[in-house]
């Protein structure tokens, strides 16, 4: 297993990091919408980027939910950190991960122009995230492994779920950041 920290810092960084990322999804309103739709030559516009991680993250949605309600109570000091290839998994789709990596053919948004709903759904999402890292608190988070909605034969901890969303957003939006202020 990777680095572990504690159960409570953890949960309080990504926290912090979903937080952040609900406030720049917010600031790119003021961008408009002609400029969010924006064709971004070999990229999605703005908004597909962000169509694109509700695409992803919403099956994760009821899983992540479910999982957290039952899962056994812990110590916030309880180490937690994520298996190897886990790790590499969302280290790949995270924002640090390789330039490009071909997404699943259901999770291409199509090039239709989109309305600022598309920003709203992403932030049900970022909201859905921040309720489930709350609600994790005091949750063993670690010892039981889930189906993942993308990848049937790939199951993830909790923690490794939420990680991966977490990450596979911050990408996006920095994706997104960057096509709208081009």
């Given at each position: 297993?990777?680095?572990?920290?504690?159960?409570?810092t953890w949960?309080r960084?990504?926290t912090e990091a979903?937080?952040s990322?609900?406030?720049?999804?917010?600031a790119?309103?003021?961008?408009?919408?002609?400029?969010l739709?924006?064709?971004?030559?070999?990229?999605?516009s703005?908004?597909g980027?962000?169509?694109?991680?509700?695409?992803?993250g919403?099956?994760?949605?009821?899983?992540?939910?479910?999982?957290?309600?039952?899962?056994?109570?812990?110590?916030p000091d309880?180490?937690v950190?994520?298996?190897?290839f886990?790790?590499?998994?969302?280290w790949a789709?995270?924002?640090?991960?390789p330039a490009?990596?071909p997404?699943?053919?259901?999770?291409?948004?199509?090039t239709?122009?989109?309305t600022?709903?598309?920003?709203?759904?992403?932030?049900?999402h970022l909201?859905?995230?921040?309720?489930?890292?709350s609600?994790?608190?005091?949750?063993d988070l670690?010892?039981?492994?889930?189906p993942t909605?993308?990848?049937k034969l790939?199951?993830?901890t909790?923690?490794e779920?939420l990680?991966?969303?977490?990450g596979?957003?911050?990408?996006?939006?920095?994706?997104?950041?960057r096509a709208?202020?081009r």
């Amino acid at each position: 297993m990777a680095k572990q920290v504690e159960l409570a810092t953890w949960l309080r960084e990504q926290t912090e990091a979903v937080e952040s990322m609900r406030s720049r999804a917010t600031a790119l309103r003021t961008a408009g919408l002609d400029r969010l739709n924006a064709p971004v030559p070999g990229h999605w516009s703005a908004l597909g980027c962000l169509e694109h991680v509700t695409i992803i993250g919403r099956p994760y949605e009821p899983v992540l939910t479910a999982g957290i309600a039952e899962a056994p109570v812990t110590a916030p000091d309880a180490p937690v950190g994520y298996r190897a290839f886990a790790g590499g998994m969302i280290w790949a789709s995270g924002a640090d991960g390789p330039a490009w990596i071909p997404p699943p053919p259901q999770a291409v948004p199509d090039t239709s122009a989109r309305t600022l709903a598309t920003l709203d759904e992403f932030d049900a999402h970022l909201a859905h995230l921040r309720n489930c890292l709350s609600a994790a608190a005091n949750r063993d988070l670690t010892s039981r492994r889930y189906p993942t909605p993308s990848v049937k034969l790939l199951r993830l901890t909790l923690i490794e779920m939420l990680g991966l969303l977490i990450g596979h957003a911050e990408r996006h939006l920095r994706q997104a950041e960057r096509a709208a202020s081009r």
